[in-house]
């Protein structure tokens, strides 16, 4: 028999600092606290957004996030509901360097980005349906509109090379590029104040595109190393 509601622990307010890192970090200790299990629902939107004192985009990042490490699922009209067991413990584990310097952490991103990236644009050139390439080109559509008009594009590129991992309909390429997301956010946020890093990589994402398009995993692998040595050589020169 599910536990009475009323007999659940509370959800605190949050200091006005890291919002949404704190909203996921407060539903993940809840949830532990609560006991909740695979199949129970959380409390709705509006319940969390007054018990936390945040705002619905807040609670949507945060939800958007358990989703991407397949922990929860969003049912229209039901709710938000818990599809594995989560701790604060183990939902959010970031990253740690050692280095110091911008460049090298960059250059250390990149190394595990070569990785990921150049399977990840493999698996999806094979694995790949009509929906997954039209969201594909939708993405790199708009990636292509803002970098025209502004030079550079940011929160745009991430968008495309997630709707990439979504395509490999593996879930644990979205999983580790959450968990990398602080490090690897640092190549869509113009390392050195410059707009135009790896701006020279931009054609390659059309033609890594095509690549997934026509279900050719060794054009797709070729492409994006091309992307990733543009980077490589920003980060080298822009850094001397």
């Not at 922990?71 to 938000?80: H, P």
């Not at 135009?196 to 190393?225: G, K, V």
């Amino acid at each position: 028999m599910p536990a009475d509601p009323s007999d659940r622990p509370r959800i605190e307010p949050l200091p006005p600092i890291d919002r949404a890192r704190q909203v996921t970090e407060a539903v993940a200790s809840y949830i532990d606290r609560a006991n909740l299990q695979a199949g129970d629902r959380l409390p709705a939107e509006r319940e969390l957004m007054a018990a936390l004192a945040v705002g619905r985009s807040t609670i949507r990042e945060a939800i958007r996030h358990f989703q991407a490490l397949g922990v929860m699922e969003s049912r229209k009209g039901s709710g938000t509901y818990l599809l594995k067991p989560v701790t604060s413990a183990t939902v959010h584990m970031p990253l740690s360097f050692d280095a110091i310097h911008l460049r090298d952490v960059l250059l250390q991103t990149l190394e595990v980005r070569r990785g990921i990236e150049c399977e990840a644009g493999m698996v999806a050139a094979k694995r790949r349906t009509q929906e997954d390439v039209a969201t594909i080109e939708e993405k790199l559509n708009e990636m292509e509109r803002v970098h025209l008009a502004k030079g550079t594009s940011g929160p745009e590129d991430l968008a495309f090379h997630l709707a990439i991992y979504d395509a490999t309909h593996n879930p644990l390429f979205k999983q580790l590029l959450e968990q990398m997301r602080g490090a690897f956010e640092r190549f869509w946020e113009k390392p050195f104040n410059r707009p135009d890093f790896a701006r020279r990589s931009f054609p390659f994402h059309r033609t890594l595109f095509n690549a997934i398009a026509a279900q050719d995993p060794e054009s797709a692998r070729a492409e994006t190393l091309k992307i990733l040595a543009v980077v490589e050589e920003d980060i080298k020169d822009m850094s001397q």
